[in-house]
């Protein structure tokens, strides 16, 4: 399964449109937005995709109990964890499990995640992080609008990171979980 990425679009509607017609060209069968803001992603809700919205930290969706802040899904029998914060956050709900213990109880293997703005694919520890960067126009970090590309694969994950203006990729990862 090919899943496209997108995060932190702050009301770049623009760029976040752009970023689902790449996605849509590279064929992908969701496309998850994780977060910040909540409201952007409807407009994905126009292309031929799954939508899968993620509440940044930030929104006040992030205290709705009917909105997942967390979720888990399989992609390709990849156990994966969609968050914005790939860390515990002071806006957490107060039963809220963290990121890390989700990790440990669920046997999770790749995490998708924003917040930072920090395009970036890694792994640590046997876990695939891979973080799509922002939509804004300008960032304060020099980061380049981007998105990411994961395929899930027969048990592989393959991803990349890609700067939305010049189509290149900023980073690629392959992981064998």
């Known amino acids: 399964m090919r899943i496209g990425m997108v995060s932190d679009s702050h009301k770049n509607l623009d760029n976040l449109k752009s970023a689902a017609r790449k996605l849509i060209e590279e064929k ?28 940044g930290v930030f929104s006040t969706y992030y205290q709705d109990p009917q909105i997942p802040n967390r979720l888990i899904r399989e992609f390709g029998g990849v156990k994966t964890l969609m968050t914005h914060a790939p860390t515990p956050h002071k806006n957490d709900p107060p039963d809220e499990l963290s990121p890390k213990e989700l990790i440990d109880r669920e046997r999770i293997k790749v995490i998708l995640y924003g917040h930072t703005h920090i395009p970036q694919i890694k792994e640590n520890t046997g876990v695939l ?21 994961v395929d899930f694969d027969k048990g592989k994950v393959t991803g990349r990171i890609v700067d939305l203006w010049q189509g290149k990729d900023l980073a690629k990862c392959q992981f064998s979980p």
């Open 28 to 55: 992908v069968q969701a496309i998850i937005h994780l977060g910040d803001d909540y409201d952007d992603a409807k407009v994905l809700e126009e292309f031929p995709v799954e939508v899968v919205k993620i509440p």
């Open 129 to 149: 992080w891979v973080n799509p960067g922002h939509l804004q126009k300008e960032d304060k970090r020099g980061f380049p609008p981007s998105f990411a590309v």
